[in-house]
């Protein structure tokens, strides 16, 4: 036999430990050639979706029908009325905590007395707030025999505790700039004050004009809404680092304008002053400009990712699976660089791509194709491995966003239906009728009469048997259904007499 009787080199376990070895450095090779191969498709992917995606238009790309975007208002100029001399009660605004909180029991009062506004507008009859209801909310006894008018009457009595304070806040407001100082609610308390105080008049006054509205004083009613433009002027000038910083104020004027044209309580040079402050709102400009600073915002966040690495492993590390919550910390142990900055880069084409399906040249809405969203379906797919964990942790709102579209093309459809039915009002006015056709009223509108942002064509009008009329806008599918209230943008209007 010549069986070898030469001695193994190596002990048994020296042969083990190399064996183990050998299958680590294995492992450790292939899963490094993994997240090789990870990282670059990863990349591949980031670099496909972003590319693949519309371009966000630029702003100064708009033009007619939508009106170029108001300039953010300028800081109070120096020689403005001092903040702290806005009201009579001196500088509670910019003063110590004692006078501010003893002010805030008025301010309370304010929000018990509406506490039900939220229920208010839910209640309307032909378009206008019906305040038997608000009484009813209120708690006050309501006859069976109370007439609308009777109603408001009552509302103003119980509202009359307030009287002194909004004549007060119509006169400071009526005085033009005001000297805010530092332009920053955490620096200057004042500024913050003046903001709680605007609201509370906002909702009282808006409540105050319609119960005028209803007794019949059109005069009171536009001095209200006078008051209510000068309030947002005031704070926009005083939140001069936000373009729409007395957006609620406007909310509440448009509310206003919108009851006293069902009513029929402006007049032609009214009409024309409200027409001409609602052609200002451009909810694509706003849309856009605040998808830039939504964009800054989040470029900073995630450039900063060391700093801000704790509060991103609570973002994406709370989960309540134990296995989802050791893969997410293992994938961020071996986060690169260039993961960040792929991830940041898709988190940005996402916010571009939500008004993206605007028209750059005229700023109305194109529809996306069959094609292209199933390319952001897929494009969606492409972005859920591990390599997207901080993008994928950001909300993604649907195919392709179309959320935030659709509330710019509702907000823009009712501003300028508004415009249009001004013009439709100040027509019947001057002949007794509405017209056939809204080219009657053209000539009303210099630059054209507003078109349908969800399509680019008109709106759509028709005069119905009682007297009246109904104008629409198809929503952002761009299909019309003939007026239909729940799946248009519809402005139903009944003839009102002249009083």
Do not use: C
């Amino acid at each position: 036999m010549n069986k070898s009787t030469e001695p193994n080199r190596f002990p048994a376990w020296l042969r083990g430990w190399g064996w183990l070895a050998f299958g680590i450095l294995g492992l450790a090779t292939v899963i490094l050639v993994g997240r090789w191969l990870v990282m670059n498709s990863g990349h591949e992917a980031t670099m496909r979706i972003v590319n693949a995606r519309r371009k966000l238009p630029p702003p100064h790309a708009l033009a007619a029908p939508i009106a170029p975007a108001a300039a953010p208002f300028q800081p109070a100029a120096a020689h403005g009325m001092p903040l702290s001399a806005v009201l009579y009660f001196g500088n509670v605004l910019t003063g110590d905590k004692k006078q501010w909180d003893e002010f805030s029991t008025k301010l309370r009062e304010i929000g018990v007395f509406l506490q039900r506004y939220p229920r208010v507008h839910s209640e309307f009859v032909d378009g206008v707030t019906s305040f038997r209801a608000i009484l009813q909310n209120m708690g006050a006894e309501v006859p069976e025999t109370m007439t609308e008018a009777e109603a408001a009457a009552k509302y103003l009595k119980l509202a009359d505790r307030f009287s002194s304070l909004l004549a007060q806040w119509r006169e400071a407001v009526a005085k033009g700039h005001m000297d805010g100082g530092t332009a920053d609610d955490v620096v200057n308390p004042g500024i913050y004050r003046f903001r709680i105080l605007s609201v509370n008049m906002a909702l009282l006054l808006t409540m105050t004009a319609e119960a005028h509205l209803q007794t019949g004083d059109a005069g009171a009613a536009w001095a209200d809404w006078q008051t209510m433009k000068n309030s947002a002027d005031r704070v926009s000038e005083l939140f001069s680092f936000d373009m729409k910083g007395g957006s609620f104020e406007r909310n509440r004027m448009f509310e206003l304008a919108r009851s006293g044209l069902r009513s029929g309580a402006w007049t032609d040079d009214q009409l024309a002053e409200i027409s001409s402050e609602v052609a200002r709102e451009n909810f694509l400009a706003f849309g856009l400009w605040d998808q830039e600073r939504e964009k800054a915002s989040l470029a900073d966040y995630y450039n900063h990712f060391q700093e801000h690495e704790k509060q991103i492993r609570r973002d994406i590390l709370e989960t309540p699976s134990p296995v989802n919550k050791t893969v997410n910390q293992l994938t961020m142990s071996l986060t690169t660089d260039q993961q960040i900055r792929d991830n940041v880069d898709l988190m940005l084409s996402r916010v571009d791509q939500r008004l993206s399906y605007f028209d750059p040249e005229t700023g109305f809405y194109m529809r996306p194709t069959e094609e292209e969203i199933a390319a952001y379906k897929e494009s969606q797919k492409s972005s859920s491995s591990p390599y997207f964990i901080y993008a994928n942790a950001q909300q993604d709102n649907g195919d392709p966003d179309q959320s935030r579209a659709e509330w710019v093309i509702h907000e823009q459809s009712e501003y300028d239906q508004f415009r249009l039915a001004a013009a439709l009002e100040t027509y019947q006015h001057r002949t007794g009728s509405y017209p056939d056709s809204l080219d009657a009223i053209g000539g009303s509108f210099p630059d054209g009469a507003p078109r349908d942002i969800a399509t680019g064509q008109p709106y759509l009008y028709q005069r119905d048997a009682e007297g009246g009329y109904k104008l629409w806008g198809t929503g952002i599918d761009g299909k019309s259904e003939g007026g239909n209230e729940k799946t248009d943008i519809t402005w139903k209007h009944r003839p009102v007499k002249r009083k």
